[in-house]
């Protein structure tokens, strides 16, 4: 079995696990660099970290054609749920549940979650999925935490990191982030998409190299990393 990263552009990425197709977070339409549409995209699931449109994106337009299941935090279930979302599973920070691609960990985000019609979306999660491959951490929006470093405990293969900064963490405290995580690779994403949120992803990529144990992989939007 082999596990396949893809890059869809800002925080949007294509996990292919076990033979199953999981989106995180699929904001597509007007994002100006998803690498996809959101009426081609086939998912068996959709993990949504937390409530902001850059995130939700286009989660209900997909759940309700394809009919995924659409794993959250329960006040965000609970929302897709009355936008005609049928299947959810609902979870919290610090849960984990076995799928049968492997086990979801929501974890701590520093950050907001209101939903784009303004309704409460709870607390802002990140990622932890436990592959037959490995495990692979998407910290989705945040500020650099210490407690990073319990996540790091996990052997992670992969920690997936914003970089874009004003939003989230930037380039310097993602770089603080891979020493608390001690990942084998670690891949960039949240940057670029808007002006205020644009950086230098090979000076940052040269900084991995040179300041920490991982190795940078910096996909393209379209691109994809195989484990
Ligand atoms: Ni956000
Ligand atoms: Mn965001």
Not at 101 to 109: H, P, R, S
Request: glycine fraction near 10%; charged fraction near 15%.
């Amino acid at each position: 079995m082999s596990t396949t990263i893809t890059f869809l552009g800002h925080g949007a990425f294509q996990i292919q696990t076990a033979g199953k197709t999981i989106l995180i977070d699929p904001f597509l339409t007007g994002n100006p660099l998803a690498s996809v549409s959101a009426d081609s995209v086939q998912p068996d699931y959709i993990v949504v970290s937390h409530g902001h449109g850059d995130h939700v994106g286009d989660t209900v337009a997909i759940a309700r054609r394809t009919n995924c299941l659409v794993i959250t935090n329960y006040e965000i279930a609970t929302w897709l749920k009355e936008q005609g979302v049928e299947r959810t599973h609902d979870m919290n920070t610090g849960g984990s549940y076995k799928f049968d691609f492997g086990t979801i960990k929501l974890t701590m985000a520093h950050h907001g979650s209101m939903l784009p019609d303004g309704s409460y979306g709870g607390c802002a999660t990140g990622v932890l999925l436990k592959t037959s491959d490995g495990n692979i951490y998407h910290a989705c929006d945040t500020a650099l935490f210490s407690d990073m470093k319990l996540i790091g405990d996990e052997s992670l293969r992969v920690a997936i990191l914003p970089i874009g900064d004003n939003y989230t963490m930037g380039p310097d405290d993602a770089i603080l982030a891979v020493g608390f995580l001690r990942p084998e690779y670690v891949i960039p994403g949240h940057y670029n998409t808007f002006p205020v949120i644009k950086q230098d992803v090979e000076a940052w990529s040269a900084k991995v190299q040179t300041g920490t144990s991982a190795k940078p992989v910096v996909l393209s939007p379209g691109q994809s990393f195989t484990l």
